[in-house]
């Protein structure tokens, strides 16, 4: 199986296990409803969420680094934003403090930002999301034939999001192989170190989208007609169950809200 992010992992976890579209729904409502709770103490119930999530799609910690990296410039970013602009009050003190209580607040809550759509991505192979996708949007081009063509576009960039890793991971292993040295000074030489990375993989990626358009005309692809899918897509009750939890905690999250 493909994976977006380029792994080749085939698990068997229960999270793995689940239907794309309930996957879809319910990692959506545990994003929502992390960013609707206002309570420190909800907010690290979600995070013991993550984490019980994380161990059951058998993620390690080399994925939960990978996570990290990904995550930790927006974290600086946002903390510190809070610490050199807290809000205003008498005591400068207690405007530093309630900064820091500020910046630990809206950092975790970004941490499961990213944390519950990694989930989603690292358990969800790129057949089985496009299919989710299309599901998605054959409902609501009962709507708009818009959906329609704004689903071969997600498609195609998710595929070109994909291929474009794999491209630069090959390029930089063949200069690597070369002798280049990436252990550039400076950053006017990281700059241009990037550029043997940078030229090849634009004009690969052009020609791939030449025969990608080409390949399409050919076939006769018309935006509008019903399209079917190798990819079939069966609930079962643990999609369900799932579905219902989600929801669940994404009514609880509302409701603690409306009524803190």
Same mark, same amino acid.
């Given at each position: 199986?493909?994976?977006?992010?380029?792994?080749? &992992?085939?698990? #068997?976890?229960?999270?793995?296990?689940? %239907?794309? +579209?309930? =996957?879809? /729904?319910? @990692?959506?409502?545990?994003?929502?409803?992390?960013?609707?709770?206002?309570?420190?103490?909800?907010?690290?119930?979600?995070?013991?969420?993550?984490?019980?999530?994380? &161990?059951?799609? #058998?993620?390690?910690?080399?994925?939960? %680094?990978? +996570?990290? =990296?990904? /995550?930790? @410039?927006?974290?600086?970013?946002?903390?510190?934003?809070?610490?050199?602009?807290?809000?205003?009050?008498?005591?400068?003190?207690?405007?530093?403090?309630?900064?820091?209580?500020?910046?630990?607040?809206?950092?975790?809550?970004?941490?499961? +930002?990213?944390?519950?759509?990694?989930?989603?991505?690292?358990?969800?192979?790129?057949?089985?999301?496009?299919?989710?996708?299309?599901?998605?949007?054959?409902?609501?081009?009962?709507?708009?034939?818009?959906?329609?063509?704004?689903?071969?576009?997600?498609?195609?960039?998710?595929?070109?999001?994909?291929?474009?890793?794999?491209?630069?991971?090959?390029?930089?292993?063949?200069?690597?192989?070369?002798?280049?040295?990436?252990?550039?000074?400076?950053?006017?030489?990281?700059?241009?170190?990037?550029?043997?990375?940078?030229?090849?993989?634009?004009?690969?990626?052009?020609?791939?989208?030449?025969?990608?358009?080409?390949?399409?005309?050919?076939?006769?692809?018309?935006?509008?007609?019903?399209?079917?899918?190798?990819?079939?897509?069966?609930?079962?009750?643990?999609?369900?169950?799932?579905?219902?939890?989600?929801?669940?905690?994404?009514?609880?999250?509302?409701?603690?809200?409306?009524?803190?």
């Amino acid at each position: 199986m493909e994976y977006l992010w380029g792994s080749r &992992f085939k698990g #068997n976890s229960p999270i793995h296990q689940l %239907n794309g +579209l309930s =996957k879809l /729904f319910s @990692f959506g409502c545990f994003t929502v409803g992390s960013l609707v709770v206002k309570d420190f103490t909800y907010l690290l119930a979600f995070i013991g969420l993550f984490f019980v999530l994380f &161990f059951m799609s #058998n993620l390690g910690g080399n994925d939960f %680094n990978k +996570l990290i =990296k990904r /995550f930790w @410039f927006f974290a600086l970013i946002t903390f510190l934003v809070h610490i050199i602009f807290p809000p205003g009050g008498e005591m400068m003190r207690a405007r530093v403090l309630y900064g820091c209580k500020n910046g630990i607040f809206f950092t975790l809550r970004l941490f499961l +930002l990213f944390a519950f759509p990694f989930i989603l991505l690292e358990t969800t192979s790129f057949e089985e999301l496009r299919a989710t996708i299309e599901k998605v949007s054959g409902f609501l081009a009962r709507i708009s034939s818009f959906f329609t063509d704004l689903n071969i576009i997600i498609i195609l960039s998710l595929r070109f999001i994909f291929w474009i890793g794999q491209e630069i991971e090959e390029i930089r292993e063949a200069q690597l192989a070369r002798g280049i040295n990436w252990k550039r000074k400076g950053l006017i030489s990281k700059i241009k170190g990037v550029i043997p990375i940078f030229v090849p993989t634009f004009i690969s990626t052009m020609r791939k989208a030449e025969r990608v358009a080409k390949a399409l005309q050919i076939r006769g692809y018309n935006p509008g007609a019903r399209r079917s899918s190798m990819y079939e897509m069966s609930f079962r009750l643990n999609d369900i169950v799932f579905a219902v939890f989600s929801f669940f905690i994404l009514f609880m999250s509302i409701y603690t809200r409306l009524i803190g």
